[in-house]
């Protein structure tokens, strides 16, 4: 079933991205209400990355705490999988951010308080990797990331939606931006949201096929005569030797 999907997504991804990405530079009108109508394009492509960067934090999270519960390793490659993919889409989400700010308040960057709040999170996701990088014992790793995702999650809703909007003084738009934007802008919008969906699925199970290979081999390595380890069964004691 699985696989079965993995392979719709595949069929589906190249031809969606470009109708997409073709509809979104052709055949959206410049919209009403920007300094620039044209470049509120962006915002199709802006909001999409933003929602799946969230889906792909909660994953993340997800298979930390079941990498708590259980310790099995491939729990671990798929949160850090899963991350990977979530700071792209967080970093996606600011370059677009910056264009529809520009777009609309003439500037790409104005320090407003949610163009820091999204700073703040970016810093929040890159000291994840450097943390982990910092830990040479491969378990000790896994453990302190998986700590850490959770606490990443409960960052993402306080600096993406409670802290720019505790001030009035913001000028990030609540509800419907000023003049609006027509059915096609929806329809393009939503689209968007399928197809980076699929980029992030067909990429997150990449990651992690890449990822389970890798230590597969790593763990055949210590093991006499070559047998195949499974990484769901890999146990303690091998991964802790082999990280040093």
């Not at 700010?101 to 308080?113: P, R």
């Not at 609540?174 to 699929?198: H, I, M, P, S």
Request: hydrophobic share 55%; net charge positive; charged share 15%.
């Amino acid at each position: 079933m699985i696989n079965s999907i993995h392979k719709i997504v595949k069929v589906l991804l190249l031809p969606l991205g470009c109708a997409v990405i073709a509809a979104g530079f052709l055949w959206l009108l410049p919209a009403k209400g920007f300094m620039n109508p044209a470049l509120a394009r962006i915002v199709v492509f802006h909001v999409p990355c933003s929602i799946v960067g969230l889906v792909a934090t909660t994953v993340a999270t997800w298979f930390s705490i079941a990498y708590l519960w259980k310790r099995r390793l491939s729990d671990d490659i798929k949160a850090f999988a899963s991350f990977s993919w979530s700071l792209l889409f967080w970093i996606l989400t600011t370059v677009t951010g910056s264009v529809f700010s520009k777009a609309q308040w003439g500037a790409y960057w104005s320090w407003d308080i949610k163009q820091g709040s999204i700073l703040l999170l970016l810093m929040v996701f890159v000291a994840y990797f450097a943390l982990r990088a910092a830990i040479s014992d491969r378990r000790k790793a896994a453990t302190i990331g998986a700590v850490y995702a959770i606490f990443a999650l409960l960052a993402v809703p306080y600096l993406t939606l409670i802290l720019p909007n505790s001030t009035p003084d913001t000028l990030h738009p609540k509800g419907t931006l000023e003049g609006g934007l027509d059915t096609r802008y929806n329809t393009v919008l939503w689209l968007d949201f399928l197809t980076v969906t699929l980029v992030y699925v067909w990429g997150f199970r990449l990651q992690v096929a890449i990822a389970e290979a890798g230590e597969r081999l790593t763990a055949r390595r210590r093991v006499p005569g070559g047998a195949t380890v499974r990484v769901e069964t890999m146990e303690r004691r091998p991964l802790e030797e082999g990280a040093s």
